[in-house]
C-alpha cells in the first residue's frame, strides 16, 4: 500500500472534517445573533402595544 495515498487520504479528511466544523460554528453563531434581533424586536413590538393603550386610555380620558 502506498503510505502517500493513505495520508493524502487523511489530510484531506481531516480537512473536510475541520471546514465542516468550523462552519457549523460560524453558523450557530449568526443565528445565536439573529435570535437576539428577533427577541429585542419583539419585546419593542411588545412595548409599543402597550404604550398604544396606554395613549388610547389617556385619550379617552381628555376626550
Request: proline share 0%; hydrophobic share 40%; with cysteine.
Amino acid at each position: 500500500m502506498d503510505w502517500n495515498l493513505c495520508f493524502s487520504f487523511l489530510g484531506s479528511a481531516i480537512g473536510c472534517v475541520a471546514g465542516i466544523l468550523a462552519s457549523q460554528k460560524l453558523t450557530n453563531y449568526r443565528l445565536e445573533q439573529l435570535e437576539a434581533k428577533v427577541n429585542k424586536h419583539n419585546n419593542l413590538v411588545e412595548r409599543m402595544t402597550v404604550s398604544e393603550m396606554k395613549i388610547k386610555n389617556l385619550e379617552e380620558r381628555i376626550g
